[in-house]
């Protein structure tokens, strides 16, 4: 069966320039970065030419970027490094309903730790307001953190507006970048951002690697401790190859941004289209408009979300939906319930799709058809 | 009954992390069925790391499945067992009873809302590990015994129907014990050497009390005689169930005390000494939530054997059927400890044709009113 | 110029079957193990794979093992998880002079945080004595760490007798395997280990990757906050190529052991012959007998450990010394300074080699000779 | 002077990780030579972070070295420079003088340490980023003026001797600053638009008053006129150079004024008026440590012109030498403000002819104790 992945926001297929290259790496440049001999320099190179390329990639410096193991470590790295360190200035940190768990739970975790957190809403969009921001702001907050985009319905945040909000305040102003960064063009300086957190793997990177971005002011708190890897602010040998290959889908990602927005706007189209010809009742969460191309979340009434996702799979196509807990079952999104609430049935009746490099107008098309097809056997 | 070809037959096994189901799902791959292994997540706890507590059971799943070659999910039933199971549960305690989730799990989980998701997945059969048989034979679905007697698990499902045995299929049911666990290990099965869980389901290894408090408060008061001396005091009648030993703490001359019965109003737990104190003896009862596995008209009354509890040996009782899916059943000999709460099921040599719950005990035509 | 590895303790080459199995799951595995499609099946397939593996391979469960972005993370969070979670048991920490930076440091934080930390001192073999420890141990000690082998010198430390002294003791005992695992035979039950700590990129496999054995009855109190993966205990999507390349790195480390350790157990000899018949001045730092087999550390009296590396590596032989700080200079090694005391001249005359799976006797020779040169060269 | 072919000829160049030392590696390799680049640690001092402050630059290095195509290491001199640089700049502090630590640094470990070093490598030549030249001509060899007069850095290089020079090489001596950054930003290193660094070495770019007062205990004290009138405090005699303005805090009418001489005994520093006091100027001086680029014999008296800081304009003098590595230098005209502890430096025409640190200044032939 040929199967339909639908589901690059969850992880997306390493490109095939991104595998070469970092079997190139594996193969050729064997050494330890840290390393004073021939074989730690041409290793220490590679990261050098990562980080220029990513620095580059979001308008930093390049000692601005701190390699990271994925995007859970870069969001946790800046929200414990800021707290850390800031603390003497206040203990007050805003960030939003609907962050990743990355740094929802550590949120949580500031929590315990003696912080103050206020959970920014959203509106029916997924989106916050700035003046919610701007009214929950004090003397004593130290950080805000507040996505780019978001990973479960794209919906785009304002960061720009909030930057600037922030430029005059001492809060040092943190993004989770992982679902935007790479589709979505963006400038540390433009828009005031502190911290910045990236996933190589969500787009088309290994897993296991990312950045996170800290201004050069900004006074970040390790949580690694060993040897001086990250100018002391990330221990460990760093991931020579991933990071080549990292640096491979960033060129890349450059490269086709524009070609891509266009396509996977388009495929959302398509999708939407397809699925009102074939008379399926649906609703879009989130907007068409404000949002991440490549994600599109659409709630069935009357269907129920494990029954969906387990037939869709059945049929070779993966979407998905909220996140399993490690006993396997479906746990309501976090982020449908700050958008409609506890009661509403879009928890249990919505589900993901989220496009790649690799996805064909003929996959969506299929795609529309195999989910009528579901829906209506769902709701005998 | 029309037999599709097994590879076009798609199986969904409900898989719990033992080696029941394992092998229940091993042997149906092994026939060729298109088969989907399905873990229920009926009871959402976590551990100290915050973990849920059925993660190590759905790791196993998971790790079963890769070893077979079939694909699995798990389906999340907690609000459905909490109101259909866990309630009912906690309702019969409080009514002095003492409840046997574990058959209306079957009837309101298993054998119904995961059936209905089997075959919202395209099933054509839900399979479970249970030790237990369908046939079609005369025209209808019958449930027979497993063949491991000391397994047998028909006490729990009686209250199976036509419409369910015609999409179930117990895959072990024709097995022993012993030969399950030799299959899993000769296929090398990551649960081949786990143990067999004990307890109810949601409460797992923990101590009963302990959970139980949590949910319905514990009321103290004495334990007497029926003679009215007072033995000592016991910590909430809901941890005493009629005919156990344990737990009383009477020391002295004599026999061993026993519980024999409760008096909810009173807050009393009436003990008596020697296993086979009298008054733990009944030679009827009345069953509610009668069902029978047969859709066919019954007799008024029929003699056939019935069990009490799981893993009783049958007894010989004589049915009279009652208005309102309620029946009499007379013992011919008395039994001792027979709990209002429990089920009454019921066959004719290896065939379980349904059962009930115990709802009233009689002895010698009178209502015994003490025991619970 | 044909260039000679020997510093495989810094970080040793892929192994050409490592490469080819990431490669293979780079290509074909594209999916997120936490994803409950079949493209997450498979990828989940590949962790759960090399976690019994790995487990298996020092006597563990597979619910005991938690993958982690390398050594260095799990040093830091087997110190950090277990500090956190049984403070109200004691607040004191033993450990020795002569672990990693990854411990060291660690514990330096610790102390920051309010915990006592006793750093046990070592002979001239780079070995703690176990009286040592009996004597520093005290009721409220909740956490014992001391390194199965040293990285720099190969002392082996008496890990069994430790178990032994404090499996009646509530301190958790924590090693950093680092540098031993792959070449020692190991059993966390015969010797009594609550923790340990394993880097795949030690023992020819990817870097980036490694994994903290911790027993089933330890609270491990988490380090990443995020994804409910390795059962919370570590949040964040697993590195799945790279701990599939693990796992066979592990296949073949187990497999190639009894080999690997007679062929450098002879390395050494021949080197030090060689400089012997050569009639380089030389003195050994730590001990040949109870050493890893692959790492040899050597004190050439009257020489600069700088003008040494520099000059072997413009000869084409990489080994190392000690670590080099950020600004790239040579720091005298701490383990040395705990064998010798500060004012030794072996702080600053010592080089160290390590063997690795592609070392021949060839090299072995050459090495010597070339280094016979540059000795004589630099104490004209 | 015989010449290797460029590819047998190995050059390490000390690499700072500035644009200088950049373009000189650059050049070397474009020329053929076996170049390493080589950063010299000397400092041992760590920023917020807990990071080498020298890492930045180390980063820089590393980044040309892997553009040129390089190798590049790092050594440590930080003992050797505290032992010989930085002990004598605290003891010339100390002893209210203004020591030059360049010159120290050049003389006993850019060109001494580290020109060791890299001939421990097999080096044939050390290279820097200074703006100076040497040309072996008429049999010996010469440092010359970099071409770009105002860069050039002969004034810090005084005490280089031939053996020294034998084994030197200024890359960029023959060009002007703009044509080395232009060099540069063609070749698009990394380092092409760093900005020069200013101060000292180990100071960088920090509070010099802070710096010193960590290591030397500040006495403030008075600012008297030399007629005795108190103006003012001060923080520490050390803070203040002869001939400068700033940092007096003195209001009031009339002319600025300027810290024309200290008084170390009654820790006093004396304040004048006027950027032209008479009091600032002198007229001859008395060298110490004098040090002469060529080897051979010198007349007892001769002229040539000298500089008495760095970057100042030259002045005619006549020297006479004296014995122990000393001389006198009467200057044709009154100069102001010339300090002792720094340098003075000879030149004939382009050519540095060698200098000495000044010990002893004078004006009408009398000792000018209060300058310092």
Redesign the interface.
Known sequence: MERIYLDHAATSPMHPKVIERMLEVMRSVPGNPSSIHSFGREARRELDLAREVMAKSIGAKVNEIIFTSGGTEADNMALFGVAENYQQFGKHVITTAVEHHAVLHACQKLEQLGFEVTYLPVDETGRISVSDLEAALRDDTILVSVMYGNNEVGTLQPIKEIGELLKNHQAKFHTDAVQAYGIENMDVDECFIDLLSVSAHKINGPKGTGFLYVRSDVKLAPRLFGGEQERKRRAGTENVASIAGFHEAVVIANKERDEKREKFINFKKMMVQRLQELSVEFAINGSLENSLPHILNLSFPGT?V??M???L??GGIAVSSGS???????EPSHVLVAMFGKESERLTNSIRLSFGFSTTAEEIIKTAEETAKVVS??KK | MEQKDPKNTRVVVGMSGGVDSSVAALLLKQQGYDV?GI?M?NWDDTD?????T??????D???VC?QIGI??????FEKQYWDKVFTYFLEEYKAGRTPNPDVMCNKEIKFKAFLE?AM???ADYLATGHYARVVYRDGEYKMLRGIDENKDQTYFLNQLTQEQLSKVMFPIGHLEKAKVREIAKQANLATAGKKDSTGICFIGERNFKEFLSQYLPAQPGNMETFEGEIKGRHEGLMYHTIGQRHGLGIGGAGEPWFAIGKDLKRNVLYVGQGFHNEKLYSDAIIATNVSWVSNRPKPTEFDCTAKFRYRQEDHKVTVRLLEGERCQVFFHEPIRAVTPGQSAVFYNGEECLGGGTIDEVYKNGERLTYVG
């Open positions: 129920n494990e029954a996702l387990v037939n799979d059945l399993a807990c490690t006993a396997g079952s479906i056997r769902l | 989907i873990f997540k100290d790391n915050g973990v849920c059925a993660t190590e059971d759905y790791n799943v998971i790790r890769n694909p699995y999910y798990a389906v999340n998701h919202s997945l395209g």
